[in-house]
């Protein structure tokens, strides 16, 4: 990526980021109805500073097929709070036992396990309250939901996570690895991709290139994770590494190595960027962010 098209590319991620940090403050302030203890155990990691990307994702699809509607960001927020109950989960003793997400103590940590669990459990059903909300036909609303509630469900982003911790400490392949990050990594980059062209009233075409664009991505992102966690910085990662190789984890660099998944990942985002080649150059900053993806130190 040259120089001007970093800076590009920053500028506008900068934009999003800002949009979408707006918004979700403004969806995560809750009537008397909600106990204060729960609405700060959600904010403390919703809002605390982050990389936005699926949201991100969902706002860049719109704009590479046409325009925003008022589903674009409503779907946004959605992804980005399924993300974060994804993450409040994760974390917990049962789960990945992580005390540091986003450079903050997790949720667990700071408001206990079962105040993380029903903030994880709030920020799942709001998120498709949200997307009820918005001004829009109801026909576009309800094929919102069932592909945002098929992303998050037993088959896709939950089963995955489900699969990636019954691997742990065994012996496992390739195949196997990929199809665990395709559910639990890879599903809400493809429902964001897709969520922001149907947003956007694209063609089927359309859908199913952001779609094969996403799974790429999505590959690509969790394998340049597997890498950060052996060779990161935790202070720019903002959480712990060297946990994946602690607790067993299956990964890429312990299946592969480390040269031969950075090639699998750059394979992978020059695989996902041929998927923009019909588009114009609306689709640019699609581009720009797999290769921002590829080389990110965070």
């Not at 700060?40 to 925003?68: N, Q, W």
């Not at 105040?115 to 909300?133: C, H, P, S």
């Not at 340049?224 to 607790?247: N, S």
């Amino acid at each position: 990526m040259s120089t001007s098209g970093e800076v590009l590319l920053s500028q506008y991620m900068a934009q999003i980021r800002h949009d979408v940090d707006l918004a979700l403050a403004e969806v995560a302030t809750y009537s008397e109805g909600c106990p204060q203890v729960l609405g700060d155990a959600i904010r403390h990691i919703l809002l605390a500073p982050g990389k936005r990307l699926r949201p991100m994702l969902v706002l860049m699809a719109s704009d590479a097929c046409g325009e925003r509607s008022n589903v674009t960001m409503a779907s946004a927020c959605a992804v980005e709070m399924i993300h974060t109950y994804s993450l409040i989960h994760d974390d917990l003793p049962a789960m990945d036992d992580d005390e540091l997400r986003r450079g903050r103590p997790a949720v667990h940590v700071a408001y206990g396990e079962a105040n993380a669990i029903l903030a994880g459990d709030a920020l799942l059903a709001q998120a498709f309250e949200v997307i009820t909300r918005c001004e829009a036909a109801a026909e576009l609303i309800v094929r919102c939901l069932q592909e945002l509630t098929a992303a998050a469900g037993p088959c896709q982003l939950v089963g995955g996570q489900v699969d990636d911790l019954q691997a742990e400490n065994r012996v496992g392949t390739a195949e196997q690895l990929q199809k665990i990050h395709e559910r639990k990594t890879g599903a809400m980059f493809r429902v964001s991709l897709r969520l922001g062209a149907i947003a956007a009233n694209a063609t089927n075409e359309q859908i199913a290139r952001l779609d094969t664009y996403g799974k790429h991505l999505g590959l690509a992102f969790q394998i340049v994770d597997d890498l950060l966690d052996e060779q990161g910085d935790m202070q720019q990662l903002g959480k712990q590494t060297g946990k994946d190789t602690a607790q067993g984890k299956l990964t890429y660099p312990a299946l592969l190595g480390i040269q031969e998944s950075q090639q699998l990942a750059a394979d992978l985002i020059r695989q996902a960027c041929e998927q923009l080649e019909p588009f114009s150059e609306t689709a640019e900053p699609l581009r720009q962010l797999a290769y921002f993806v590829l080389q990110r130190n965070n």
